[in-house]
């Protein structure tokens, strides 16, 4: 099992940022790829970045890319997201997410989630 525990919570103005951070740990040596999701209220969970544990190799959603980074720190099992230039739409809850495998957009492929954060972006 691997166990997933995010941060960084708090009201953003738009255009401000904010940066998530995921903590894994139990057994994340099976763990491949890392990401991002995110929910609004009455929307289904929608893909926002993912990252190879090994390598590095990242990818975006369209709605994200240029604005969001995705990063990990390998040595503490943590992965991050940075979010620049905010908008009201990004209003979500955040989950973080683990894939054993080589996981792309699709939520069903990943094997372990966060709790979520919320993170509202005002207008």
């Known amino acids: 099992q691997v166990q997933l525990v995010e941060s960084g919570v708090g009201l953003v103005q738009a255009g401000g940022s904010l940066r998530l951070s995921c903590a894994a740990s139990?057994?994340?040596?099976?763990?491949?790829?890392m990401g991002w999701f995110r929910q609004a209220p009455g929307k289904e969970r929608e893909f926002v970045a993912g990252i190879r544990w090994s390598g590095g190799r990242t990818y975006y959603a369209d709605s994200v890319k240029g604005r969001f980074t995705i990063s990990r720190d390998n040595a503490k099992n943590t992965v991050y997201l940075q979010m620049n230039s905010l908008k009201p739409e990004d209003t979500a809850v955040y989950y973080c997410?683990?894939?054993?495998?080589?996981?792309?957009?699709?939520?069903?492929?990943?094997?372990?989630w966060g709790q979520g954060t919320q993170v509202p972006v005002s207008s």
């Open positions: 139990g057994r994340t040596f099976s763990v491949y790829t």
């Open positions: 997410a683990a894939s054993r495998g080589l996981a792309t957009v699709n939520y069903r492929e990943f094997d372990y």
